[in-house]
T-cell receptor, first 111, second 114 residues
Framework: QQPVQSPQAVILREGEDAVINCSSSKALYSVHWYRQKHGEAPVFLMILLKGGEQKGHDKISASFNEKKQQSSLYLTASQLSYSGTYFCGTRGSNTGNQFYFGTGTSLTVIP | KAGVTQTPRYLIKTRGQQVTLSCSPISGHRSVSWYQQTPGQGLQFLFEYFSETQRNKGNFPGRFSGRQFSNSRSEMNVSTLELGDSALYLC?????????????FGSGTRLTVV
């Protein structure tokens, strides 16, 4: 039931764009996105709720396709500070069931 | 505003011992969740507490237990430690129960079992 993310790893040059996908085998109520830098705790980026889409940052946005049980995170004009591991987090209902984190995507931005 | 505080930051224990980890959520946050993070398994859900009640539990053996106090502080206990319990244990708090609110994570407790 753990969401699967793709790609597992990606290397970008500054200014390039990237897309990270999160796919679940279960119906989703909401999707969270987090970024974790090496040696640090995960940091919340944004939530996407069923029936809507929420953008957390100017150059980092996301979409949520309820029918396909998928979410995608879009990073545009990447900066060095974007490097880290990105996790999606999902749950099938608002308060019930477990909250599952995805398998993670390692993103490295190089000069 | 203080963040999520986890103590201790590092622990070294021997197989068979037990350990208690502590988490103080952001002031006003009533929901606390615990996760185990390992290189091979990623972030695995342990428990979720809200208003002193365990709302959800992950697929971990009964050696893993937790509780939440009236001030929303939470503890988790692992008894009869095994080598495989070595991991980073992360606590996250949220303003309310439910996934409409983002989680704020603490810096974690790095547990090493030898």
């Amino acid at each position: 039931q753990q969401p699967v993310q793709s790609p597992q790893a990606v290397i970008l040059r500054e200014g390039e764009d990237a897309v990270i996908n999160c796919s679940s085998s279960k119906a989703l109520y909401s999707v969270h996105w987090y970024r974790q830098k090496h040696g640090e705790a995960p940091v919340f980026l944004m939530i996407l709720l069923k029936g809507g889409e929420q953008k957390g940052h100017d150059k980092i946005s996301a979409s949520f396709n309820e029918k396909k049980q998928q979410s995608s995170l879009y990073l545009t004009a990447s900066q060095l500070s974007y490097s880290g591991t990105y996790f999606c987090g999902t749950r099938g209902s608002n308060t019930g069931n477990q909250f599952y984190f995805g398998t993670g995507t390692s993103l490295t931005v190089i000069p | 505003k203080a963040g999520v505080t986890q103590t201790p930051r590092y622990l070294i224990k021997t197989r068979g011992q037990q350990v208690t980890l502590s988490c103080s959520p952001i002031s006003g946050h009533r929901s606390v969740s615990w996760y185990q993070q390992t290189p091979g398994q990623g972030l695995q859900f342990l428990f979720e507490y809200f208003s002193e009640t365990q709302r959800n539990k992950g697929n971990f053996p009964g050696r893993f237990s937790g509780r939440q106090f009236s001030n929303s502080r939470s503890e988790m206990n692992v008894s009869t430690l095994e080598l495989g319990d070595s991991a980073l244990y992360l606590c996250a708090s949220s303003a309310r129960q439910g996934t409409n609110y983002g989680y704020t994570f603490g810096s974690g407790t790095r547990l090493t079992v030898v």
